[in-house]
C-alpha cells in the first residue's frame, strides 16, 4: 500500500505542476499572482500528504506567528517543509540556490514567483544578491524563508547557522521566527517514500531584529532551534537510520 499511495502522490505531482504552470505565466502579471497560484501547488500536495500517504503534521506555538511580515528561519531536513510553511504562513518568497531555476516547469515557476536565487558557489556575490533582493521583496510586501543552514540537514545533525537570515532581519528591519521540525524521519532526504506519521513543528517567539547583532541575533536562532530538536526528534520510521 505504501508503494501505491507514493505513486499516486507523485503521479499528481507531475500533472499539477505541467497544468499550474500554465497559470503562473499569465498570473505572474498580477502582483503576488505567481505567488498565490503556487500556494494552491503546495496546499494540494499537502492535502495528498496527508489524505492519501498518511503524513499528517502537528503545530506548537502558532500564536506566536507575528502579524507583520517577518523572516521565517526554518530547520530543514526534507522538502515537506517547502510545502508546509506556505500552509502555515502568509504569502512568502524563499531564498534557494539559483541552480533550481533552470529545472523544467518547477524551476521556472520559481523564478516567476520572485523567489531569490542566490550562486552559493560565490560567498561575496551571494550576500550581495541576498540583500539586493531581499529588500526589493520586502518592499513589495512579502515574508521571506530562509533555511540558516544553507542546505538539508540529516535528522539528529546540526549544520552550521549561516548570518544571511540575521543580516537581513538588521537590514531590513524584519523580526525573525524561528522554527524547528522532524520532518526527515518521514520524508527521508532524496527518498521517492513518504512515510506515514505526524510530523511535529514548533514555532518559537519572534526574535526582535534589534535584539542585537547579526551574530547575537543568529546564534539565539540556532540555539533555540536545537535545543527543540531535541525535544521532537527521534519519533518517525526514519530516525534511527539518520540519527
Not at 177 to 202: H, M
Request: net charge positive; hydrophobic share 45%.
Amino acid at each position: 500500500m505504501l508503494l501505491i499511495r507514493n505513486l499516486i502522490y507523485w503521479l499528481v505531482l507531475v500533472v499539477a505542476t505541467l497544468v499550474l504552470f500554465t497559470l503562473i505565466i499569465p498570473f505572474s502579471l498580477i502582483p503576488k499572482g505567481a505567488n498565490r497560484v503556487g500556494r494552491c501547488w503546495a496546499l494540494l500536495l499537502m492535502w495528498l500528504l496527508k489524505n492519501v500517504v498518511g503524513l499528517k503534521y502537528r503545530v506548537i506555538g502558532v500564536e506566536n506567528i507575528p502579524t507583520r511580515p517577518s523572516i521565517i528561519c526554518s530547520k530543514h531536513q526534507s522538502g515537506w517543509e517547502t510545502l508546509a510553511l506556505q500552509e502555515l504562513f502568509p504569502l512568502h518568497v524563499f531564498v534557494a540556490k539559483r541552480e533550481l531555476f533552470k529545472i523544467p516547469f518547477f524551476g521556472w515557476g520559481l523564478k516567476l514567483a520572485k523567489t531569490i536565487g542566490i550562486d552559493r558557489s560565490n560567498r561575496r556575490e551571494a550576500n550581495k544578491q541576498l540583500m539586493e533582493q531581499g529588500l526589493a521583496r520586502k518592499k513589495e510586501g512579502f515574508w521571506i524563508a530562509i533555511f540558516p543552514e544553507g542546505t538539508r540537514v540529516a535528522p539528529g545533525e546540526r549544520g552550521k547557522y549561516k548570518l544571511g537570515a540575521a543580516r537581513m532581519a538588521k537590514m531590513f528591519e524584519m523580526d525573525m521566527v524561528p522554527i524547528a521540525l522532524n520532518s526527515g524521519e518521514f520524508w527521508p532526504r532524496n527518498s521517492f517514500f513518504k512515510y506515514p506519521g505526524e510530523i511535529t513543528v514548533v514555532i518559537g517567539e519572534p526574535i526582535a531584529h534589534d535584539s542585537g547583532s547579526a551574530e547575537e541575533l543568529m546564534a539565539k536562532c540556532g540555539h533555540w532551534i536545537e535545543e527543540q530538536q531535541k525535544q521532537i526528534s527521534g519519533i518517525g520510521p526514519k530516525a534511527a537510520k539518520a540519527v
